[in-house]
């Protein structure tokens, strides 16, 4: 299961009129920690960045799933409150659950969230959907980690994995 954290990220970028401005930007990483999310965000912008870099804040945010959508520039965070029924009591409970939806407007992130939930078998409702000010969103990479890991202990030893 993924950990998702935002890490809000402060950097200088050259604005319209050429000037420097410093601004901060939340991003969302796939990692196992609060230092893992660092290094990755870290990793993850290094090319795009000069100058000072840092890491304001790193927070974990709770997501069941992420719904992604070609094209779209634009992150939307829907709030859906899973429907059961308590068999002993046959009262009906609401669990909130929250997914990120990859969209460029409000009614494509509609239609890409009812796609990616056409196979759900559980009842649920649509809370809320609201843009967030993510600038990008990065999942882990398995394959990559893997031969990461596996051409570092082919250095370190010598012995090819």
Not at 125 to 149: C, R, Y
């Amino acid at each position: 299961m993924s950990q998702w954290f935002e890490c809000k990220v402060k950097y200088d970028r050259m604005a319209d009129g050429g000037a420097l401005k410093t601004v901060t930007e939340p991003y969302l990483v796939d990692a196992l920690s609060f230092t893992e999310a660092e290094a990755r965000i870290t990793e993850e912008l290094q090319p795009y960045v000069s100058g000072e870099f840092k890491v304001e804040a790193v927070k974990r945010m709770k997501l069941s799933d992420i719904f992604y959508k070609e094209g779209g520039d634009r992150w939307y965070k829907v709030k859906t409150n899973l429907i059961t029924i308590d068999e002993k009591t046959a009262v009906e409970k609401r669990t909130a659950c929250f997914q990120l939806v990859q969209a460029s407007d409000f009614e494509g992130a509609l239609k890409t969230f009812l796609e990616g939930m056409k196979d759900t078998m559980a009842d649920y409702e649509i809370a809320s959907i609201t843009e967030t000010p993510l600038m990008d969103v990065f999942a882990a990479n398995l394959e990559e980690t893997l031969a990461d890991k596996a051409a570092k202990q082919k250095n370190q030893t010598g012995v090819e994995g």
